[in-house]
């Protein structure tokens, strides 16, 4: 079982629409959580840190759920700039090795 | 703004060929790291510095070699390449705060192994 786990889409969405993707992590002691956004053929980019009280940002939703082990983020009134891949970042412990990447939710707004 | 700048950005090697990509930071971070991105799989820990003068290995070493010459620039060597190590690869910095782990990325280096 990986480590972190996300549905790699593509979520297709019409412009206007509200979009939630998950993300499952295996290993319990995992203390701090993010999520990225990488757009096609560039570098991923910090979007949001994920608080255990979940928090939001604009039109972005981040919330964590530790019995279950996930994360997620909601994206509310999709604009056609969200198109993009949604990375998933966790850390356990301590170091530089404790980062996790899941492989990432594609996300396709359209017209 | 230059942030994290690697080179080159496209790179075709035959296999067994040797080359390294470099990469500098000008945001006086301590922290650089080197990662490689395959379809399908997340980003992958190559090598890290947490600091001038010390690297460590990560997740998947094997195949390559790392030098931090002085606190701006991490460079990543493949002295005999394979086809294996065909990927996207993106150098990063940090400066380690105990809430918010913000990378800061280069725009990445797309390698063939020919």
């Known amino acids: 079982r990986k480590e972190v786990e996300q549905d790699p889409g593509p979520f297709n969405v019409p412009e206007g629409a509200t979009v939630a993707f998950n993300c499952t992590y295996s290993n319990s002691a995992s203390q701090s959580f993010f999520w990225y956004r990488q757009d096609c053929r560039k570098e991923p980019k910090l979007l949001m840190s994920v608080y255990s009280s979940g928090n939001e940002d604009g039109r972005f939703t981040a919330q964590l759920n530790r019995a279950s082990q996930y994360i997620s983020l909601l994206i509310r009134d999709s604009k056609l700039s969200d198109s993009a891949t949604y990375l998933c970042?966790?850390?356990?412990?301590?170091?530089?090795?404790?980062?996790?990447f899941g492989s990432g939710t594609r996300l396709q707004v359209q017209p | 703004n230059a942030g994290v700048t690697q080179t080159p950005k496209f790179q075709v090697l035959k296999t067994g060929q040797s080359m390294t990509l470099q990469c500098a930071q000008d945001m006086n971070h301590n922290s650089m790291y080197w990662y490689r991105q395959d379809p399908g799989m997340g980003l992958r820990l190559i090598y890290y510095?947490?600091?001038?003068?010390?690297?460590d290995k990560g997740e998947v070493p094997n195949g390559y070699n790392v030098s931090r010459l002085n606190k701006r620039e991490f460079s990543l060597r493949l002295e005999s390449a394979a086809p294996s190590q065909t990927s996207v690869y993106f150098c990063?910095?940090?400066?380690?705060?105990?809430?918010?782990?913000?990378?800061?990325f280069g725009s990445g280096t797309q390698l063939s192994v020919l």
């Open positions: 970042v966790v850390k356990a412990g301590t170091g530089r090795r404790a980062l996790t």
């Open positions: 990063a910095s940090s400066e380690l705060r105990a809430t918010n782990e913000k990378l800061f």
């Open positions: 510095s947490a600091s001038e003068g010390t690297t």
